[in-house]
């Protein structure tokens, strides 16, 4: 119960430092996905049932606090978690090299999602605006990588050794 609220805390304070904080701080406009580097992270490690959840909730709590329209962010993690679940693998457990890789791949594929999702619901969207950020957000989200990927993987063995401990 405690890692999972501990996680639940962890989510909470990256989404208010990706909307709140990071903007301030950011000279370029454009800033590293938080959310999105740990929902990919954590859907390595976890079940693919656990990363949805993480998912729709992170990504309506972050439309709340961007005040974007409800759900968009939500569906747009959801290839984020399609890919870090199909990326289990035991490449994963063998450094940093493959999540860089997939952290490019989710990055692309959410700003896609989210392209379309903004298109469909009447928003204007540049393609080729679309495919710079996505190219220039995705090297910020390899930035990310090597300390999320630690406390995820601080957090995945904590789960993993309560779980155990509550089947015994």
């Not at 370029?28 to 929902?39: D, H, K, R």
């Not at 999702?117 to 009447?122: E, H, K, M, Q």
């Amino acid at each position: 119960m405690i890692p999972r609220a501990l996680c639940a805390l962890f989510m909470v304070a990256l989404a208010y430092t990706q909307a709140a904080i990071l903007p301030l701080v950011g000279a370029i406009g454009i800033v590293p996905n938080l959310l999105l580097v740990t929902l990919l992270l954590w859907s390595m490690t976890r079940e693919p049932r656990e990363g949805l959840v993480w998912a729709l909730g992170a990504g309506l709590f972050l439309d709340l606090l961007t005040q974007s329209r409800l759900g968009v962010n939500a569906l747009a993690f959801l290839p984020v978690v399609a890919i870090g679940w199909a990326s289990r693998s035991r490449y994963f457990r063998s450094g940093l090299l493959f999540p860089l890789v997939m952290t490019v791949a989710a990055t692309l594929a959410h700003d896609i999602t989210l392209a379309v999702v903004l298109a469909a619901t009447g928003s204007a969207v540049a393609p080729i605006g679309v495919a710079r950020l996505g190219i220039l957000g995705a090297l910020l989200n390899l930035l990310v990588v090597p300390p999320l990927y630690g406390v995820v993987h601080i957090l995945d063995n904590w789960i993993g050794r309560s779980e155990a401990h509550a089947r015994a």
